[in-house]
């Protein structure tokens, strides 16, 4: 095994860019080929990156292919998952791992049974700002973290994503869409959930396309809670309050994350992202920690806008991929997807039934990106910064 696979991407739509882009960041990860249901978007990313353009059923039966990205839209997630497991290659998916808790556990069995790779979105929690976290918090920096909040709250896709549509529909919305870099990160420092109450409200049962393309100007009927509160606690016995939003217009939330300990506050950067400085406040007073020293910490990915920013989409393939080759599971496993995507249903469903919602399945806290291994991931000739596509 050489540590070098060849990947096939299908979806080829709004984040196939940042994925083809960044796997030059990668040492395992050679994309090779794409597919899509739509063979004219295929053929137009091929064309693009200097990859071949496939159909679906022809990447999954391509010998040379070992691994695959997922990125169609969650509603496909399951199925395309499960078929290019059943075609016996690696699998990364783009976040929820699936919709239903049936299907997420039928591709975590899948993999387990052919001995393959699982490991889905997000990733950012290997990134360097909450690698850092995770480092002060296993430090005992905080002591014993008992409560924490949690907010992404923002007005909506619409303005900006040429194809809204799926983000209102049951499978998304700000809970199963971004609900997962927040859930996520926080399983990973402070370990699996127990069980979760919320509430949930819609603030438009119409949306408006603005974004520029053949959609603009056409109406989205909103099928899913736009707006939620919950309330998370953790087997460790911490609580966390997380709100999440697609309705409201603004907020004054200084940190997206905040966790509080015995013995000190954290303040984070947003889970969305893979860069980003860390406060801490403490007895001795408040300080500042920079984390862009660290690996997968420095902003290399220039907005369209002009921020520079910390992306490392990728990195958690990159790092499944390494450890089919060394013989270790994925950081981003399947088994913690399985576990958040519970958790986030648990979320819609607590706020359908006015109950607390006890969390059935558990996850061990994946292990923190060592030095090692994050040396071996990076290829020795990435490029020190990209450019976003417009
Ligand atoms: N757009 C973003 O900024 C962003 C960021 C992070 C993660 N994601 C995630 O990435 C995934 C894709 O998002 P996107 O914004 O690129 O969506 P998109 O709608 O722009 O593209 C999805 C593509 O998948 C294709 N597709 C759908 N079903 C398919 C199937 N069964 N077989 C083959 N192709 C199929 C569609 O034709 C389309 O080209 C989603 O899960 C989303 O949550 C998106």
């Known amino acids: 095994m050489t540590g070098r696979f060849k990947v096939g991407i299908i979806g080829c739509g709004h984040i196939f860019d940042a994925y083809a882009r960044l796997s030059r960041v990668f040492a395992p990860i050679e994309i ?3 597919a899509d249901i739509d063979q004219r978007a295929a053929a137009r990313r091929a064309e693009q990156y200097g990859l071949k353009a496939l159909g679906v059923s022809e990447l999954l039966a391509e010998s040379g292919i070992e691994a695959v990205i997922n990125l169609t839209n969650p509603a496909s997630h399951a199925t395309i998952t499960a078929a290019a497991l059943s075609a016996g290659k690696h699998t990364y998916s783009e976040k929820p791992l699936a919709l239903a808790m049936a299907d997420a556990r039928h591709l975590v069995d ?5 001995g393959l790779g699982l490991a889905a979105a997000p990733d950012t929690f290997l990134g360097g700002s909450h690698q850092a976290a995770r480092g002060l918090i296993d430090a005992g920096r905080l ?26 529909q049951p499978g998304a919305g700000p809970v199963l869409d971004m609900g997962p870099y927040y859930v996520t990160v926080l399983v990973s420092l402070l370990g699996p959930v127990r069980r979760v109450a919320s509430l949930a409200t819609t603030f438009f049962e119409e949306r408006l396309v603005a974004a520029e393309g053949p959609n603009r100007g056409t109406s989205v009927r909103v099928a899913t809670p736009t707006n939620s509160q919950s309330l998370i606690e953790f087997r460790s016995g911490a609580q966390v309050h997380f709100a999440t939003s697609y309705d409201v217009w603004g907020h004054g939330h200084a940190h997206p994350i905040e966790l509080h300990g015995t013995e000190g506050s954290l303040m984070l ?9 860390l406060d801490i406040i403490a007895e001795g007073g408040r300080s500042r920690i920079d984390t862009d020293d660290t690996p997968f910490g420095s902003p290399n990915w220039r907005e369209p806008r002009g921020a520079l920013i910390g992306n490392y989409r990728g990195l958690g393939l990159a790092d499944m991929l390494d450890g089919v080759a060394h013989g270790r599971g994925a950081r981003a496993s399947g088994e913690l997807a399985l576990h958040v995507l519970e958790v986030l249903l648990a979320i819609i469903q607590s706020a359908e039934d006015g109950l607390f919602v006890e969390i059935g399945s558990s996850v061990e806290r994946p292990a923190p990106l060592d030095a090692a291994t994050a040396r071996r991931l990076k290829a ?4 020190a910064e990209f450019v976003s596509a417009p």
């Open 143 to 168: 002591g014993t973290i008992k409560a924490g909040s949690a907010h992404f709250m923002n007005h909506g896709m619409e303005n900006w994503h040429p194809n809204p549509f799926p983000y209102y």
């Open 269 to 277: 950067s947003d889970p969305n992202y893979f860069a980003g400085a």
């Open 32 to 34: 090779v080929a794409c």
């Open 110 to 114: 899948l993999a387990m049974r052919d």
């Open 380 to 383: 020795v000739d990435a490029p």
